[in-house]
């Protein structure tokens, strides 16, 4: 049975159907589920608390939309870690390809990069929002803006602010996808944890995922002369596990970009656990150790050091002040010593960046808080969806494809769940 609800205050407009339907968060996620709700003849209505919808979604747009992956999908499946079995009967029912397909329904063509990550032939994320929203409004989902949910009031119905005051809303089901914590200022401020803590649900605590992480501070020359410089061509290592090849870059106050994204939630844990964690560079990931060594015990005669690198090793510019920050002069004057220097170069980090930085979040609310239908099991009524479900992924087109296939299966489920209760206690059940 749907939870208890008051009448309205202010009421949702007339039902064509029966069913009343509110989302909540018109992310990827929500608007997702809105489509699959609208496209089932319900009557959607769709708060968000931002001026307009899918404002992360177009931010993630900017530096190219990267919106799935092209990798073999046992592999892609693999990505979630831990929670890599919750999301699978997701992913199986909306699959990277299904979601490509369902981007070309919209008119918009991929491709796939040579990474195998997949981008729409534009790379951006407005045309296909723009036809997104036309596709909506056609199916009759009503999208309010402004509107911020609030939580419940006594009777069950929904409290939204907005503009007009706050209002009363009741509706037959309710589906949340509020987005992480992240980018507050796009709408996504986590501030329905406690709203769902309040009602009984152990909120896993939002944490930073692919996010930069701080060192005990670099030195001022440094800082000034490297900050924003990218390591190209570099593998990242946490000790005991395979080395990565990538790039990343070295900020005023420790180390981003997609190397270490990729790397940042073991980073991450490692920092939780033993309250830091070392990670370890290769400057030079296509030579030997014993090849580094051997070039660098060729005579130099009066050249410097840093001229010895650079023409024996190209190594220069932010790789050479990197090396110099995190070795001491001994190093320097020992051949296989700095060999082994450049091949595992030991980082420090304290902590990850904050939050409201980091490109997704982890934790949320648990698998476990749900039934197969991604309904709250004490919210009846009451469905998740998107990045605020405990499971993350690196960047490449994970997050999106999983926030997509999450907002379908969670209105499949509540549309399951209305059948259900139709056929044993017929409906509508609310007042
Ligand atoms: C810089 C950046 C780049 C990214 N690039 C990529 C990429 O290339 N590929 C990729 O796969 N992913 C990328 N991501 C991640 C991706 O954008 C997110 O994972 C995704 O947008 C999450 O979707 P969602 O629907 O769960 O939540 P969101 O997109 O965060 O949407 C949540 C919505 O809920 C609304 N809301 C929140 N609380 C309330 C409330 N109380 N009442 C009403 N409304 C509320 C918000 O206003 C927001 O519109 C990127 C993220 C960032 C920050």
């Given at each position: ?100 397909e369902w981007i070309h329904g919209l008119g918009i063509d991929t491709f796939v990069g040579s990474s195998g ?174 090849q580094i060594a051997d070039a660098l015990a060729r005579p130099r005669g009066s050249q410097s050091m840093a001229k010895h690198l650079h023409r ?120």
């Amino acid at each position: 049975m749907p939870a208890p609800l008051a009448c309205p205050v202010a009421a949702m407009p007339q039902p064509a159907s029966s069913f009343r339907v509110a989302v909540i968060g018109g992310g990827p996620a929500g608007l997702m589920a809105a489509e699959v709700l609208g496209q089932a003849g319900v009557n959607v209505d769709l708060y968000d608390a931002m001026p307009s919808v899918g404002r992360k979604f177009l931010l993630a747009g900017v530096g190219g939309m990267n919106i799935t992956h092209a990798e073999d999908y046992a592999d892609f499946a693999s990505r979630y870690g831990e929670r890599a079995g919750d999301l699978r009967p997701l992913l199986d029912a909306f699959s990277p390809d299904a979601l490509r397909e369902w981007i070309h329904g919209l008119g918009i063509d991929t491709f796939v990069g040579s990474s195998g990550r997949v981008f729409p032939t534009d790379m951006k994320a407005a045309p296909l929002l723009r036809a997104w929203l036309k596709r909506l409004r056609e199916s009759g989902v009503q999208l309010h803006t402004r509107q911020r949910w609030l939580g419940w009031d006594e009777h069950g119905a929904l409290r939204i602010a907005g503009p007009q005051g706050e209002i009363r809303v009741a509706a037959d089901a309710t589906l949340l996808a509020l987005g992480g914590g992240s980018w507050a200022r796009l709408g996504s401020d986590g501030a329905w944890v406690p709203l769902l803590h309040d009602r009984g649900i152990a909120i896993a605590p939002l944490q930073p995922a692919n996010c930069g992480f701080e060192v005990a501070g670099w030195s001022e020359h440094l800082r000034e002369k490297f900050a924003g410089a990218p390591l190209k061509t570099v593998s990242l290592a946490l000790p005991g596990e395979a080395p990565r090849k990538g790039e990343f870059v070295l900020t005023a106050t420790g180390i981003e970009g997609s190397l270490v994204y990729a790397l940042s939630a073991r980073i991450r844990e490692a920092i939780n656990r033993d309250g830091t964690a070392t990670v370890l560079l290769d400057l030079l990931p296509d030579r030997s150790q014993a090849q580094i060594a051997d070039a660098l015990a060729r005579p130099r005669g009066s050249q410097s050091m840093a001229k010895h690198l650079h023409r024996q090793l190209r190594l220069d510019g932010v790789k050479a002040g990197l090396l110099r920050e995190l070795s001491d002069a001994a190093t320097f004057q020992d051949p296989q010593a700095l060999a082994a220097a450049i091949k595992a170069l030991p980082i420090r980090l304290l902590r990850p960046r904050p939050l409201d930085e980091a490109i997704s979040s982890a934790g949320g609310v648990p698998f476990e808080a749900l039934d197969a239908n991604l309904m709250l099991r004490q919210l009846p009524g009451v469905f998740c969806a998107g990045e605020m479900l405990d499971w993350e992924a690196p960047t490449g087109g994970y997050l999106l494809t999983a926030c997509f296939a999450s907002g379908r299966a969670a209105a499949e489920g509540m549309l399951r769940w209305r059948r259900d209760h139709e056929s044993l206690a017929g409906w509508p059940a609310r007042c």
